[in-house]
């Protein structure tokens, strides 16, 4: 996928933890879910340096537009990863920037070994279901792994 003139994908940096922490925030309150408390997001580039993880954040024009991550599936088989903290303001939707993300997450996982991708994400995330469903996840009927996040009910899995 060829990105839009002024816009990077690439891997979180130390400097970027405080704006991708604003922007997780502004996020998840705009989707209701303002009340999440998640130390990781304060951290970010730290909690994703650790074996078999990634975060890549977008930049347009020089700017922090929001970003997205992959880990393992705590609580699941090491061939499972997790889709994570998949964030983007809504100034830089509908870029296809969310697919650019997606797709390096995706090949990154393959680097890493997973065989499969799993994902879950609040009901009212319609349009980040949509690119879910046009990328081959298939949607689940109950959560893996050990953590549900609060007020998701939509699951979903895939191959890498």
């Known amino acids: 996928m060829t990105l839009p003139p002024g816009v990077v994908v690439r891997p979180i ?5 405080a704006a991708l922490a604003a922007i997780a925030r502004q996020v998840q309150a705009e989707f209701g879910a303002g009340s999440v408390s998640d130390p990781e997001v304060d951290a970010m580039q730290r909690v994703y340096s ?4 990634a975060y890549f954040v977008v930049e347009r024009d020089g700017k922090l537009g929001g970003g997205a991550g992959i880990a393992p ?15 983007l303001l809504p100034s830089v939707r509908g870029l296809g920037l969310g ?15 997973y065989g499969q ?4 994400m609040l009901d009212r995330m319609s349009e980040a279901q949509r690119l879910l469903q046009g990328n081959s996840f298939q949607l689940l009927e109950a959560p893996m792994g050990y953590g549900e996040l609060p007020g ?9």
């Open 117 to 120: 991708c799993y994902a879950e």
């Open 73 to 87: 599936l705590l609580g699941g088989d090491d061939g499972v990863c997790e889709l994570r903290k998949f964030y």
């Open 13 to 17: 940096l130390p400097r970027d933890d």
């Open 152 to 160: 998701s009910h939509t699951w979903y899995l895939r191959s890498v």
């Open 99 to 113: 697919q650019a993300l997606l797709d390096k997450c995706l090949l990154t996982a393959r680097g890493f070994g």
């Open 50 to 53: 650790r074996p078999r993880s």
